[in-house]
C-alpha cells in the first residue's frame, strides 16, 4: 500500500532502525528494490528526482511506483520526490499523487546556487503549508551537502551547489537545525555531515574529520524527536569498481560512506539513507560483464536481468544493515 514517509519513519523511529530511499529511474531499478523488500519484508521508500522526471517523465514514474504497490501489496511504500527545488515543483508532484516531497531550499530554483536561511524557511514553510493540507510529508534540508576536504559539491550535473562552499554551510548547525525544525514543521530533515552526491565523495576512506557522525550526535541530542535524512549515503562499493574497471570501465580511486557509519547514524536519529549512486554502479558492472562475457547476445533483457539482481543484492544488504528488515 501507498503510505505517507511520515508514518513510515515514526515507526523507524519507535524501533530504532533506518530505511534506504532509493532512487528509481527504470523498471529494472524498481522491480529491483521491490523484490528486496519482498525478501527481506522491508518497509520500502522510492523517490523520483528531476532527472529521473526528466528521462522517464512524471506519469511513467508514477505508474511504474504504482504498479509495484499492485504488484506487492503487502509492502508499504512512500512515494517520495526527491532535491524539490521550489513549492511550485513540489505541489506539481502532489498533483500527480506523490506521498511525500522533499522541499530543498538549502539551494535556490536553479539547484546550484546556495541559499540564506530566511529563505529556505520561507520555502520550506510554504510547502509544508500545501503539502500537509493534502496528507503529504515533507523533508527540509539544512546545510548544503559537499566534500569536508575540498568544500565541493560533487554532482556536476543535477542537484550540487556550485563553486566552493563555505566550510559552516558543510556541517549543519544544530542550534540553527532546532530553530529552523521549529519554524517550518518539516517531518524530517536533511542534514550536511560531509557526504556529498556522486561516486567521488573522499579521495581515501573516510575519517571523522572528512564524515562526521559527531554532528549526528549532536544534532540529534538537539532534535531528538526529528527524523534525519543522511544524502550522498552511497557506500562506493569497491567490489563493483572493481568489475567496472575489470571490464573496459575507467573510474579512479574513490571512496564512498562505509555501511558501519550510516548504521551509527541510525543509532542516533537517521531514520532515511539517500541511495542512488550504488545503484548505478552495480547496474553498469552487471552489463559490462554481461556482455563482456557473452559477446554474441543482442537481447536486452539478457542484460538487463543481470542489472536486476546486481541491484537486488545491494538493496537486500542494505535492509538488512540498517534494520530494515522484517518491518514491512
Ligand atoms: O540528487 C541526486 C540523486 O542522485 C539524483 O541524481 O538528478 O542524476 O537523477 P539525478
Ligand atoms: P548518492 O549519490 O550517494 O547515492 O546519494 C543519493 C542522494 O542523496 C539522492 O538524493
Ligand atoms: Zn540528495
Given amino acids: 500500500a501507498l503510505i505517507s514517509m ?4 515514526d515507526h523507524a523511529a519507535e524501533y530504532g532502525y533506518g530505511v534506504p530511499a532509493f532512487n528509481v529511474n527504470n523498471l ?4 529491483a528494490i521491490m523484490e528486496a523488500a519482498d525478501a527481506t519484508d522491508s518497509p520500502v521508500i522510492v523517490q523520483a528526482s528531476a532527472g529521473a ?3 522517464a517523465g512524471a506519469p511513467f514514474l508514477r505508474h511504474l511506483i504504482l504498479a509495484a504497490v499492485e504488484e506487492f501489496p503487502h509492502i508499504p511504500v512512500a512515494m517520495h520526490q ?3 527545488t521550489s513549492p511550485a515543483v513540489c505541489q506539481r508532484s502532489i498533483q500527480l499523487g506523490f506521498s ?3 522541499m530543498d531550499g538549502s539551494l535556490g530554483e536553479d539547484g546550484k546556487t546556495p541559499t540564506d536561511y530566511a529563505y529556505n524557511v520561507d520555502v520550506t514553510r510554504r510547502a509544508v503549508d500545501m503539502a500537509h493540507a493534502c496528507g503529504v510529508s515533507v523533508e527540509g534540508e539544512l546545510g548544503c551537502l559537499g566534500s569536508l576536504e575540498t568544500g565541493m559539491a560533487g554532482e556536476e550535473d543535477g542537484i550540487g551547489a556550485e563553486g566552493k562552499l563555505d566550510m559552516e554551510q558543510l556541517l549543519t548547525d544544530p542550534e540553527e537545525a532546532a530553530e529552523f525544525v521549529k519554524a517550518t514543521h518539516v517531518d524530517a530533515l536533511a542534514i550536511a555531515i560531509g557526504t556529498s552526491h556522486g561516486a ?3 579521495t581515501k576512506p573516510p575519517t571523522g574529520d572528512t564524515l562526521s557522525i559527531q554532528r549526528i550526535k549532536e544534532i540529534h541530542a538537539r532534535i531528538p524527536d526529528t527524523h534525519l535524512v543522511m544524502h550522498g549515503s552511497s557506500s562506493v562499493p569497491q567490489e563493483w569498481l572493481d568489475v567496472i574497471n575489470q571490464y573496459g570501465g575507467e573510474i579512479p580511486e574513490t571512496y564512498g560512506v562505509p555501511v558501519e557509519e550510516i548504521v551509527e547514524g541510525i543509532k542516533h536519529g537517521v531514520r532515511k539513507v539517500n541511495v542512488d549512486t550504488d545503484l548505478r554502479l552495480a547496474s553498469t558492472g552487471a552489463v559490462r560483464r554481461f556482455l563482456a562475457e557473452n559477446p554474441s547476445e543482442f537481447d536486452p533483457r539478457k542484460f538487463l536481468k543481470e542489472t536486476v539482481s546486481a541491484m537486488r543484492e545491494l538493496c537486500i544488504a542494505r535492509y538488512e544493515a540498517f534494520g530494515t528488515a522484517g518491518n514491512a
Fill in 6 to 9: 511520515r508514518q513510515m519513519l
Fill in 28 to 31: 529494472e531499478q524498481m522491480r
Fill in 53 to 55: 522526471r526528466k528521462y
Fill in 82 to 84: 526527491d532535491h524539490g
Fill in 100 to 102: 511525500s516531497v522533499m
Fill in 200 to 202: 567521488y565523495k573522499f
